[in-house]
């Protein structure tokens, strides 16, 4: 069986299993979202073609990773103008596994969900990572704080120079 759906305007053919690239959706890696823009659903029986969208239908699909799309570079000019404008740009996209191909408004699998349930240790594992990281970036402000501490040691020495100084030129004036 297979469904085209429509998600960031355009259109993509898809069956279970299919791993596609589609412009940025919401969602962390692991989590399961659902495409309810059904276009046209066929398999074994006669072909089911919406106007514009199949009713009660829908895809669920598991988010693999959020990624971003090779560089291109826009340019333009015009000729004996002296105008030319150089511009990259990088597509914002995310990269989906189709897991179930829904019809009647059915819900995905429990099993699916439980992938779900799966994705959450893993980001409790990063989120134990990132107080480490945060103990490392207060660790720069106390380094920064004995810089600080050197520079004003320096700024007094600079100023006691500076005052040994002003006692010569006044000796000297006597």
Known sequence: MYAVIKTGGKQYKVAENDVIQVERLQGEPGEVVAISD???????????VGAPLVEGASVAAEVVEQTRGEKITVFKK???????????????????RITEILTDGKKPAKAKAALKADAKPKAEAKAETKPEE???????????????AAKDGGAEKKTASKAKAADKDTGEAK
Do not use: E, F, N
């Open 38 to 48: 059904v276009l046209m659903i066929a398999g074994a029986d006669k072909p089911v």
């Open 134 to 148: 945060t103990g490392k970036a207060k660790a720069s402000p106390a380094k920064s704080a004995t810089a600080k």
């Open 78 to 96: 015009k000729r004996r103008k002296k105008y030319r404008r150089t511009q990259g740009h990088r597509q914002l996209l995310t990269t989906l």
